[in-house]
């Protein structure tokens, strides 16, 4: 292949990634909601977790057998306090946003590790996707989402 062909190449592969848009505002509004989710999470404050959701969601966390209504969003942060357990960590791999129109769809992978009463834990990695939805005040809450456990590799 001629050096010219092949510099051709690079530059349409590398291209998407080269001029990417940047994160919008709404992405990034959104993203920070996530961020809040699981300061919620780990500060087991249930009233603002719950504030986060639309009385509309339907959603299947990785927890559960079925998909679940907005009633049943905090039954999975309870199962572990209820056994004495605290959030001792996470952190956020944020992956991709789309925001088209009232809608936004994050996703990422999240590692966090519950403790028990002694601080132990196990490291467990998880991959998200929730849409959120613009409501007529402007203010986002998550309509929909899913969860499940990462492959072998942590994917």
């Known amino acids: ?14 291209a998407p990634a080269l001029f990417a848009a940047p994160p919008s505002a709404d992405a990034d509004k959104v993203w920070s909601l996530e961020k809040t989710y699981w300061e919620d999470v780990q500060a087991n ?12 969601f339907l959603g299947w966390p990785s927890v ?14 309870t199962a572990h ?3 004495g357990e605290t959030l001792k960590s996470y952190d956020l791999e944020r992956l991709t946003t789309q925001v088209t129109g009232e809608f936004a769809t ?12 002694n601080g132990v834990g196990q490291p467990s990695t998880i991959r998200v996707i929730h849409t959120w939805l613009r409501n007529v005040s402007g203010t ?13 590799e942590g994917h």
Do not use: F
Not at 45 to 56: A, E, M, V
Not at 64 to 77: A, F
């Open 1 to 14: 292949m001629t050096r010219t062909v092949r510099c051709t190449m690079i530059v349409v592969l590398l």
């Open 45 to 56: 404050d249930l009233g603002k977790y719950r504030n986060l959701w639309h009385s509309d």
């Open 64 to 77: 559960s057998p079925e998909p679940l209504r907005k009633d049943h969003i905090t039954d999975w942060i």
């Open 81 to 83: 306090t209820s056994k």
């Open 106 to 117: 994050v996703t990422y992978r999240v590692r966090l590790t519950w403790a028990d009463k």
């Open 140 to 152: 986002w809450q998550i309509i929909s989402g899913m969860s499940a456990p990462t492959n072998t």
